[in-house]
């Protein structure tokens, strides 16, 4: 069984949510060329290696989101008639479809398929024209992003049945950037005090912290607020301190220890708190016992641009952490 990354657009998925279609190879007189069977031709050969039982990732060009994975039916030839260029055609089924398009962008800085690129920026230039309207997918990018909508449509429909009101102001927060990360495709982790409170509400954050480091680093790691890993390996990507105090020393103590392990800008480390502590978390990340963690590019984000970050994830927009 093969995995496919279908380049179609929305226009079509509109047209015809259950095929797929690829252009015909034509000769100079504009003709399309034959096999030796006398069978029309696509206009790329991995367009033949397309099988009832391979899996689909449908890729809408320009709008840069995923509507669903199908599995691939049947093969059919020129069925749909609005499609005269696209006379290749599939019928799929659906496996994973979100109720609205899922935003692909989050997923770049995981995907392998990008990493020969000498400047990721241009990512998009490896999906556009009609010899990049279908790739393969190797199963680890495959799995990353089965993984990152299966958890982005669990945690969809938990967030509209959840009820957050009782939340004490550090646990909102804390549920927040948690629900960023899953969205995000990120195993999360939530300290332990209170990862059972939200996991009422998110019940993909992990039950334990991976073991990412020596027991030491781990003890430490275990009473930092919110934790994101890699989708796949045991590998930290970022932590998070949420204080509601003028009290940031200890956050940013359990913060520069865990700096002290890794080389700078492995991890992201990032401070939450009131807009009032600002000026406190800039002056303490001044004392040389948090020279590393200031190395290390350690941020300080608002309660409201947290908020605001959630708030973007009913548009699908990624959040910046």
């Given at each position: 069984?093969?995995?496919?990354?279908?380049?179609?657009?929305?226009?079509?998925?509109?047209?015809?949510?259950?095929?797929?279609?690829?252009?015909?190879?034509?000769?100079?007189?504009?003709?399309?060329?034959?096999?030796?069977?006398?069978?029309?031709?696509?206009?790329?050969?991995?367009?033949?290696?397309?099988?009832?039982?391979?899996?689909?990732?449908?890729?809408?060009?320009?709008?840069?989101?995923?509507?669903?994975?199908?599995?691939?039916?049947?093969?059919?030839?020129?069925?749909?008639?609005k499609w005269p260029e696209l006379?290749?055609?599939?019928?799929?089924?659906?496996?994973l479809e979100p109720e609205?398009?899922?935003?692909?962008?989050?997923?770049?800085?995981?995907?392998?398929?990008?990493?020969?690129?000498?400047?990721?920026?241009?990512?998009?230039?490896?999906?556009?024209?009609?010899?990049?309207?279908?790739k393969s997918l190797t199963e680890y990018d495959y799995s990353i992003i089965n993984n990152a909508m299966v958890v982005s449509k669990r945690s969809g429909q938990a967030r509209e049945e959840a009820d957050l009101t009782g939340y004490s102001k550090h646990l909102l927060v804390q549920h927040q950037i948690a629900e960023c990360g899953l969205r995000s495709g990120y195993r999360v982790y939530v300290a332990i005090n209170d990862k059972?409170?939200?996991?009422?509400?998110?019940?993909?954050?992990?039950?334990?912290?991976?073991?990412?480091?020596?027991?030491s680093v781990l003890d430490i790691a275990k009473g930092i607020d919110i934790l994101f890993f890699d989708d796949?390996?045991?590998?930290?990507?970022?932590?998070?301190?949420?204080?509601?105090?003028?009290?940031?020393?200890?956050?940013?103590?359990?913060?520069?220890?865990?700096a002290q392990k890794y080389p700078i800008g492995k991890v992201k480390f990032v401070m939450v708190s009131e807009q009032s502590n600002s000026d406190r978390f800039h002056n303490e990340l001044m004392r040389p016992s948090f020279a590393r963690l200031k190395e290390s590019g350690c941020r300080f984000i608002t309660y409201r641009e947290v908020n605001e970050e959630w708030q973007q994830l009913k548009d699908k927009k990624p959040p910046s952490f």
């Open positions: 069984m093969n995995k496919w990354l279908v380049v179609q657009s929305l226009k079509l998925f509109a047209q015809n949510s259950r095929l797929i279609g690829f252009e015909g190879k034509y000769k100079l007189d504009g003709s399309l060329a034959l096999d030796r069977m006398g069978n029309p031709r696509p206009a790329f050969d991995k367009v033949s290696e397309i099988k009832p039982g391979d899996m689909v990732v449908y890729y809408c060009l320009g709008d840069s989101v995923i509507t669903g994975i199908y599995e691939v039916v049947q093969s059919l030839y020129a069925k749909e008639h006379p290749f055609q599939f019928s799929i089924k659906p496996v609205e398009p899922y935003d692909f962008k989050p997923l770049l800085g995981s995907l392998n398929m990008f990493d020969d690129m000498a400047d990721r920026r241009k990512w998009q230039v490896r999906l556009w024209g009609v010899n990049n309207a279908i059972d409170k939200i996991k009422v509400h998110l019940p993909e954050i992990m039950d334990d912290i991976p073991k990412f480091h020596n027991d796949r390996r045991d590998v930290l990507t970022h932590a998070f301190e949420v204080e509601n105090t003028p009290v940031i020393y200890q956050g940013l103590l359990r913060l520069n220890d865990v």
